[in-house]
């Protein structure tokens, strides 16, 4: 049995609602995750960094005020404080974020995930 589609998603991002449209456009009824409610664990993190062959860095909102005042740009840290720090603050985590047969894509823009379909 293969695993269901998923997708890390806030409704309040016109991308993640974008991504999630152009998913059900293309037959695909994701299992929706709102990751601000629900965050993903460390080890769901690890197993999407590896996926998408990244760092943590670049699947953070960098830009995010929580970033900087968490002292995450400090490149001191290490993989696993960056990781603990998207759990415990998921609004940092970069979204929306697919994972489909195996593989993951940020939805930046939304037909990045056509490719995991």
């Known amino acids: 049995m293969t695993e269901p589609t998923r997708i890390f998603h806030n409704p309040?991002?016109?991308?993640?609602?974008?991504?999630?449209?152009?998913?059900?456009?293309?037959?695909?009824?994701?299992?929706?995750?709102?990751?601000l409610e629900t965050p993903p664990t460390e080890q769901e993190l690890l197993q999407i960094?590896?996926?998408?062959?990244?760092?943590?860095?670049?699947?953070?909102?960098?830009?995010?005020?929580?970033?900087?005042?968490?002292?995450?740009?400090?490149?001191?840290?290490?993989?696993?404080?960056?990781?603990?720090?998207?759990v415990s603050t998921p609004k940092l985590i970069e979204r929306p974020i697919v994972l489909a047969n195996g593989k993951a894509a940020i939805g930046r823009p939304p037909e990045n995930v056509l490719n995991i379909l």
Do not use: F, W
């Open 12 to 35: 309040r991002c016109s991308k993640s609602r974008q991504t999630l449209e152009l998913l059900k456009q293309n037959g695909v009824e994701p299992e929706i995750i709102r990751y």
């Open 49 to 86: 960094l590896d996926l998408l062959d990244c760092e943590p860095r670049t699947l953070m909102r960098t830009k995010e005020s929580e970033y900087k005042e968490q002292g995450l740009d400090n490149p001191e840290l290490t993989r696993a404080q960056l990781i603990r720090a998207m």
